[in-house]
């Protein structure tokens, strides 16, 4: 490899130069020369501080590991003649996944003659999505699989303001905690206080059990 592309560290192009030419740039600018793109003709190599590069590519990844969403599906079952009582109840822990951030796979399962009424689980799947629509929006819409119709209800936010929100609903009811024992040791200390400061009861002796009006 007697000559290589040469980048210099703002990015500027300082032209082929013979690789030993290269390497003494790099020292004079206390820099390091870096291959960049070894299949090229001639490579392409740039000068640059290494470490630093490698740090500030480490902390890229983690920011955007940081900002990524990750996602889980949950899924929930229902018959399509589910009861009222039931259907609110599961409709409750679909609400609460996708107030968390979660996508919600829908579920409903055919059995027997069921099978040839597939309006019910459309109705059933339109009547949970209107339902929940303050949290959750169609993602994937209705389709029939075999015995089982499927729906994919998707969050309407990130879950990274799910996890924000939750966190401080956590830290108020923690703050609410704190407050309620402070007020309760604050009785206590008054209580206590106030008690101290009621006269002691005089004790009687045998004088006071006797008749003023008995003489001996």
């Not at 009861?83 to 107030?99: A, E, I, P, S, W």
């Amino acid at each position: 490899m007697p000559e290589v592309r040469l980048v210099g560290p703002g990015g500027e192009q300082v032209g082929i130069v013979p690789i030993a030419q290269a390497l003494s740039m790099a020292r004079e600018r206390d820099l390091d020369l870096v291959e960049v793109a070894a299949e090229a003709r001639p490579p392409v190599c740039k000068l640059m501080d290494y470490g630093k590069f490698k740090y500030e590519a480490a902390q890229k990844a983690r920011e955007s590991r940081r900002n990524q969403s990750n996602t889980v599906i949950k899924e929930m079952k229902l018959r399509p003649k589910i009861d009222d009582h039931d259907y609110d109840t599961k409709k409750g822990h679909v609400v609460r996944f996708l107030r968390a951030g979660d996508k919600v796979k829908i579920t409903i399962m055919f059995r027997g003659r069921e099978q040839s009424r597939p309006e019910l689980g459309v109705t059933l799947l339109k009547k949970l999505s209107d339902d929940v629509a303050a949290d959750g929006f169609v993602e994937q819409v209705p389709r029939q699989e075999g015995r089982n119709m499927h729906m994919v209800l998707a969050p309407t936010r990130k879950k990274s303001e799910a996890r924000a929100d939750q966190e401080a609903a956590k830290q108020a009811k923690a703050a609410q905690r704190a407050a309620d024992a402070q007020a309760e040791h604050e009785l206590e200390v008054e209580l206590r206080e106030a008690a101290k400061a009621q006269p002691a009861k005089k004790k009687r002796g045998p004088a006071d059990n006797m008749d003023p009006d008995v003489m001996i």
